[in-house]
């Protein structure tokens, strides 16, 4: 049965490095007779310059219609002073929360390739494989009420929300136990239980989700000494699972540690596995139109995609292995360029895994 | 006028590092004739173990008297499954709620001697200094309502509140200038402006503090980004301003690139510049009472609380120049031991230090 993709573009580099993933999965696609079909939409400020909403009915419904989606990235200096509603960010949370992509995968590994572009010394990070499970739908992202408020006094106050039902907890529990299964059979939960009540309930449902899994461990830390772990000793870590606030932060700094965020992928899923798929990093205002970004997070977000949501774990792993041998071979986009390597363009790029495959 | 110091060592290796820190605080007294007296007091774990409250009201009645406080560190495994509003660090709270401490300066300086004790390249953090100013009395940590309550539908659901009026945003801005414009002049806000309502506030109120400081440079970066950029390029930064939890999860970062966060004193300030000191590390509770436990961000704090509070700038210089020293002779507590380095305890580092003033 023809499986349906839908691609979204989004703003920034987005339309740039979309372009070549999509390249890639036309390929695939091809030689291994996947029957995937695409069709684009707009969203985040290319959608609202056209239509005035980040998230158009369009857009939205597609989404819900589709099998999988391959997301570029939103946002941008441009749209920073539109009212909080229409700003390009709401399209993408309009479709995390409306399809319900609760579990957010965000790998941090380390290419071997591309060990010296880290900021980190080699033995700290060499060998990095580290899966952070962010809750994507709930938290301080979506919580009521919120809003900025005029007091008494005539001063004005802003406030958000910050809450997690023990459902929600638990179901995105259970995503980290499921990956850590298939990896290091160890997991760690993120929380501020000494300061916040929120991830007091957070701790406690974590430990019965726990003994659902025996064969996978349990620890917890707070999040500020998470902050300070990754930067000492990532390797400790093997998946790592917390709320969507801490998770944006703690899994940025993650990625950062490999000093490629150009190489990492994403993916949000649902309960029933159907997901949305997107690089690690932005929309990268500053050097979009210019043919310079790194297209690989975004065609390894095609790998997961045919592997989590499309049923083609083959065509992933010969993305994957194409990928590997368009490193070896010394090509990278600027980002990642280091003394010795060739610097190329986002299409060379594309090109050269095309090649690989 | 004799100044009045109140010693609150704590738990873990807070009684240790402050014992050391006590002895630097006579001996410079003595030799500057500064007129200081200090007494002691119980709060966090140690105090709720003998008076059943992290903070006993004797403890804060001489804390709203005393000109500064020296505090070592609160909080163990001992006390995680008291309820939270007798854990101890209610008591480290609540001292920073009821003296109005709202301004947190957290340095995070590499000491030359020290480059090999950081986990990132050496180019990355050479000369590293940066201070965070956190926001120390508001925001999510203690705002209302917060709790976990059950719902209709029978599970229970965790919640805090995330919250900041106008005049709590101008106060932190006005210190976090006024800390800028004695070293590098820029400041950069962090927020989560592209999501949450109460950091739109932030960054708007910022803008305006910014117009009384035409000197100082301000820029904006979301948390995310800013998690990241310390990682990537630490040294960008001069000084960086935000919230209470943010700044808890971004300051431990940034002491972490460091590699010896058991260097790193912190200052928390009131109105009127009375304040409490204490180092940026936690109470250690896996070396407590094996005398091995570092003592110089404790030292060095006795420095930040002489500078900023009891008006004896020469005191301090000389405190910081003692240390110096001391890594000069090769001397490390293990926490900062390298290859060559002489490995001394938490005493044997308090008499070096006194022996180099
Ligand atoms: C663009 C923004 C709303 C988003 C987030 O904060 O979740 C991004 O930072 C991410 O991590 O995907
Ligand atoms: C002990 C804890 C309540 C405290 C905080 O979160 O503020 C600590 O982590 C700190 O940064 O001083």
Redesign the interface.
């Known amino acids: 049965m023809a499986k349906n993709v839908l691609i979204l573009p989004g703003d920034g580099i987005g339309p740039e490095i979309v372009e070549q993933a999509v390249r890639v999965l036309d390929a695939v696609n091809d030689a291994f007779h996947l029957d995937i079909a695409h069709e684009s939409a707009l969203v985040g400020g290319a959608a609202y310059d056209e239509t005035g909403t980040p998230l158009p009915e369009p857009t939205l419904s597609k989404a819900k219609a589709a099998d999988a989606i391959l997301l570029g990235a939103v946002?941008g200096p441009k749209w920073d002073k539109l009212d909080?509603a229409v700003?390009p960010?709401k399209g993408l949370?309009g479709l995390r929360s409306n399809l319900e992509l609760f579990s957010n995968l965000r790998p941090a590994i380390l290419y071997p390739q591309l060990a010296a572009a880290s900021?980190?010394?080699p033995e700290?990070v060499a060998g990095l494989d580290i899966l952070i499970v962010r809750e994507l739908t709930g938290g301080?992202?979506f919580?009521q009420p919120?809003?900025?408020r005029t007091?008494e006094n005539g001063?004005?106050?802003?406030?958000?929300?910050?809450?997690?039902?023990?459902?929600e907890i638990r179901r995105i529990g259970r995503s980290a136990f499921e990956a850590a299964r298939q990896r290091g059979k160890r997991v760690c939960s993120i929380d501020?239980s000494?300061?916040?009540?929120?991830?007091?309930?957070?701790k406690e449902i974590m430990e019965e989700v726990a003994k659902e899994y025996p064969d996978v461990e349990l620890t917890h830390m707070l999040?500020?000494?998470a902050?300070?772990?990754?930067?000492?000793?990532p390797k400790q870590f093997d998946v790592m699972v917390t709320g969507n606030?801490?998770g944006?932060?703690?899994?940025?700094?993650a990625?950062?540690?490999t000093?490629s965020?150009g190489m990492l992928p994403s993916a949000s899923l649902n309960a029933e596995g159907r997901g949305m798929y997107e690089p690690c990093h932005?929309s990268a205002p500053d050097i979009a139109g210019k043919g310079i970004a790194n297209p690989l997070a975004t065609i390894l977000s095609v790998a997961m995609m045919l592997r989590y949501s499309l049923g083609a774990k083959e065509a992933a792993d010969a993305i994957e292995a194409a990928v590997s041998r368009v490193l070896d071979q010394g090509l990278r986009t600027s980002d990642i360029a280091s003394e010795g390597s060739e610097t190329v363009s986002t299409k060379a790029m594309g090109d050269a895994v095309l090649d690989a495959l």
Chains 1, 2 share one sequence.
Do not use: P
């Open positions: 946002g909080m700003r960010e949370l900021s980190l010394k700290i301080i992202y919580g919120r809003g900025i007091l001063e004005r106050q802003g406030y958000n929300t910050y809450v997690y039902s023990e459902s501020k000494n300061v916040l009540e929120v991830t007091v309930l957070w999040v500020d000494n902050a300070m772990q990754l930067v000492r000793a606030m801490f944006d932060i703690l899994s940025d700094a990625a950062m540690l000093g965020i932005g």
